[in-house]
C-alpha cells in the first residue's frame, strides 16, 4: 500500500492581541438622608407630636392597647399594684411583657431595666398584682400550673 504524507504545513505566526486597560466609570454615591425620631414611638406610650400650624405640643393617644396606659400622671402609691420580674429573656420588649400580664388585669405601665434582665409591672389594681404573684407561686409550688412565660422564657415574679 501507498504512504500518504501530509503536505507540510508552514507555521504561521499570530499577533498577539493587545490589551486594553478598562478603566471604569466614575460612580456617583448618592447618601440617603436617614430620619431618626426624636422620641423613641412605642404603642401604649404617649408621644409628643408637634404640629406646623401653632406650635404647640400635643400628645397622642396610645395605639393598639386601649386598656393600657404608660403610667404617666399616675401620683398615686405603687405599693401593693407594682410587680417584679426577673429572669427576662434578652429580645423583651415593653410590648411582650405587657402582653404576659394582661390576662392578671389592667397594666398601667412596664418598665424593662435590659443589662440585668428584669422589669417591672404596674397594675390598675392590686388584686391584679395579686393574681400575677400568686400564680408564680402555684407554678413553683405544683409544675402542673400554667407558669407565666415572656418571650419564650419562664419567668420569675414577685411584689417589688
Do not use: W
Amino acid at each position: 500500500p501507498a504512504e500518504v504524507v501530509a503536505p507540510a504545513v508552514a507555521p504561521v505566526a499570530v499577533a498577539p492581541t493587545p490589551v486594553i486597560p478598562v478603566v471604569p466609570e466614575p460612580v456617583e454615591v448618592v447618601k440617603k438622608e436617614v430620619k431618626r425620631p426624636g422620641v423613641l414611638k412605642r404603642p401604649g406610650v404617649l408621644v409628643p407630636v408637634i404640629s406646623n400650624k401653632k406650635a404647640k405640643t400635643t400628645m397622642s393617644a396610645p395605639t393598639p392597647f386601649p386598656e393600657v396606659t404608660d403610667g404617666v400622671g399616675e401620683r398615686a402609691d405603687k405599693t401593693g399594684r407594682e410587680v417584679f420580674v426577673g429572669d427576662l429573656p434578652e429580645q423583651c420588649t415593653v410590648e411582650t411583657l405587657t402582653f404576659a400580664f394582661y390576662r392578671f388585669g389592667r397594666v398601667n405601665s412596664c418598665r424593662i431595666i435590659e443589662h440585668r434582665n428584669i422589669g417591672f409591672v404596674t397594675f390598675a389594681e392590686e388584686q391584679s398584682a395579686e393574681k400575677a404573684v400568686n400564680a408564680h407561686l402555684a407554678y413553683l409550688t405544683d409544675q402542673h400550673n400554667e407558669p407565666i412565660v415572656v418571650a419564650g422564657r419562664i419567668v420569675v415574679v414577685g411584689f417589688s
